[in-house]
Antibody, heavy 118, light 110 residues
């Protein structure tokens, strides 16, 4: 059974760095063709793709946030980590990780709500 | 503002057939397959259509997808109250080198 589980802080202060972890189960990021993405959804708004990492360590970022995002993987722990620097209230959202296989997001985590507030 | 354009809302009565459109361009829908996601209130999105018209196992055959040129559509027949949700189209954009989503359509069953 394939599952993804997001974890991280529920509350972050403005200007701080947000670090989120996605723990994978039932599949591996060492498998050819597989990718894991981070996608966020501000309250009441649409989905926004943020970053993507493939099995071969190829990385992609949304252009508007490229300077603030970093995505990495730890295959020994079966985890994908996203960092977002210098957060602001507009970064308040539910953050999802999802498996990309090969061009659709076929499995999603349950999401984690992150609020940016002082 | 999303690269893919969807109507913000759609509605129908039980038993009716409703369609939701998704409009894009050559760099996205024009050259890439379209996927559709259903998001029930308070839950994560779920893949319901991939590769334009394929249904994952377990997805109702009342749901279908199609694509023509730079537009795609999702159709739900025999509308039921459980279909009330937000629906998002998604695809790859070759110019942006990444995946994109539509703005979402809220489907209401009257």
């Amino acid at each position: 059974q394939i599952t993804l589980a997001e974890s991280g802080p529920a509350l972050v202060k403005p200007t701080q760095t947000l670090t989120l972890t996605c723990t994978l189960s039932g599949f591996s990021l060492t498998t050819s063709g597989v990718g894991v993405a981070w996608i966020r959804q501000p309250p009441g708004k649409a989905l926004e793709w943020l970053a993507l990492i493939y099995w071969d360590d190829d990385k992609r970022y949304v252009q508007s946030l490229k300077n603030r995002l970093t995505i990495t993987k730890d295959t020994s722990k079966n985890q994908v980590v996203l960092t977002l620097t210098n957060v602001a209230p507009v970064d308040t959202a539910t953050y999802y990780c999802a498996r990309l296989h090969p061009r659709d997001f076929d499995h999603w985590g349950q999401g984690t709500l992150v609020t940016v507030s002082s | 503002q999303s690269v893919l354009t969807q109507p913000p809302s759609a509605s129908g009565t039980p038993g009716q057939r409703v369609t939701i459109s998704c409009s894009g361009g050559r760099s996205n829908i024009g050259f890439n397959a379209v996927n559709w996601y259903q998001q029930l209130p308070g839950t994560a999105p779920k893949l319901i259509i991939y590769s334009n018209d394929e249904r994952p196992p377990g997805v109702s055959d009342r749901i279908s997808g199609s694509k023509s040129g730079t537009s795609a559509s999702l159709a739900i027949s025999g509308l039921q109250s459980e279909d009330e949700a937000d629906y998002y189209c998604g695809t790859w954009d070759d110019s942006l080198s990444g995946p994109i989503f539509g703005g979402g359509t809220k489907l209401t069953v009257l």
